[in-house]
């Protein structure tokens, strides 16, 4: 008896710590629903591709594929169509693994960019080591606008396990944790959807160098005190990443560094084309600091090097 109380305590904090310590970042799950119904189960997530990417070298994204002449003469632009990125990610607060996270981006012949991704949660409760595992799946259009997400999440021996569904249209979204639906009014203006960390890859296609972007913020917990966030990403300059605790040898990567930015924060964004490679907060505060980085770039995190001419 002790212990099923015991573990139903673990599954209640596990619960609340989910929906709950990630909100400053925006990814805590709440409220929201789309009207289309949420399936018995997500599909499996396929076994993310094996990188032949050289991490001591420059990234760069994957060219276009290569069409016969006789089948391009009527299409002004060829597109890019195929996997943009794949990789690891691992997140980190406060000192602290908070999860890991592997995904796939993928370009679809319309466009569309549909992303999916499988992870893990990680939690110290008291003296127990407490791991959830979840899939997620996002679809965007062309035009970087949502248009579907998934989430289902398993928590330790079921306790705390929650599936979430959302569809958008045009001006509304529709939200579904299955126990309540909630309609979410969208954006006229670009706007960032936000669900587990790997929702951050779509950040390469809203930057720019020429000129700072603002996009308004949504998270799925659908209520309205998010409904004035927003975020600039601006750019800062071109700098040279380092995996940490690498050798002298080892080549950078180049890259690009953007601010994100908002009312409550700077943190900075590294990039390489297409490519999500690092977020990071203030380093100098515990209690505040973050950090998001390409595990299978930088297995134990990066440094800045220095700024490039």
């Known amino acids: 008896m002790f212990m099923r109380k015991q573990l139903a305590l673990v599954g209640l904090?596990?619960?609340?710590?989910?929906?709950?310590?990630?909100?400053?970042?925006?990814?805590?799950?709440?409220?929201?629903?789309?009207?289309?119904?949420?399936?018995?189960?997500?599909?499996?997530?396929?076994?993310?591709p094996t990188s032949t990417t050289d991490t001591s070298a420059p990234l760069s994204a994957p060219p276009p594929e290569t069409t016969p002449q006789s089948e391009t003469q009527d299409v002004p632009q060829a597109i890019a169509v195929g996997p943009v990125d794949h990789?690891?990610?691992?997140?980190?607060?406060?000192?602290?693994?908070?999860?890991?996270?592997?995904?796939?981006?993928?370009?679809?012949?319309?466009?569309?960019l549909h992303l999916q991704s499988q992870g893990t949660l990680n939690f110290k409760l008291v003296f127990l080591s407490?791991?959830?595992?979840?899939?997620?799946?996002?679809?965007?259009?062309?035009?970087?606008?949502?248009?579907?997400?998934?989430?289902?999440?398993?928590?330790?021996?079921?306790?705390?396990?929650?599936?979430?569904?959302a569809s958008f249209g045009a001006s509304e979204g529709i939200v579904d944790d299955g126990q309540h639906q909630t309609e979410i009014t969208l954006p006229e203006e670009p706007f960032l959807l936000l669900g587990m960390f790997s929702s951050y890859t779509i950040l390469p296609f809203w930057a720019r160098s020429d000129t700072p972007q603002r996009l308004k913020v949504i998270s799925l917990r659908g209520d309205r005190r998010d409904g004035g966030t927003e975020v600039w990403v601006v750019y800062k300059g071109k700098v040279q990443l380092r995996a940490l605790h690498a050798s002298v040898e080892t080549r950078a990567v180049d890259a690009e560094e953007y601010l994100l930015k908002s009312e409550r924060f700077t943190m900075q964004l590294y990039l390489s084309g297409e490519r999500l490679l690092g977020?990071?907060?203030?380093?100098?505060?515990?209690?505040?600091?973050?950090?998001?980085?390409?595990?299978?770039?930088?297995?134990?995190?990066f440094e800045v090097l220095s700024e490039q001419n």
């Open 13 to 48: 904090v596990f619960l609340v710590i989910a929906l709950g310590s990630g909100s400053w970042l925006w990814w805590s799950l709440g409220p929201g629903a789309p009207p289309a119904p949420l399936p018995s189960a997500l599909p499996e997530v396929p076994p993310l």
């Open 87 to 112: 990789g690891a990610l691992v997140i980190e607060a406060r000192g602290q693994r908070l999860g890991t996270e592997s995904y796939t981006l993928e370009r679809q012949e319309n466009g569309d």
């Open 279 to 301: 977020l990071q907060g203030d380093e100098t505060d515990r209690d505040e600091s973050f950090r998001l980085y390409r595990s299978d770039l930088f297995p134990q995190g």
């Open 130 to 165: 407490v791991q959830a595992t979840f899939v997620q799946a996002m679809t965007f259009d062309a035009q970087r606008r949502p248009l579907s997400y998934q989430l289902a999440l398993s928590g330790p021996i079921g306790v705390g396990n929650r599936k979430i569904s």
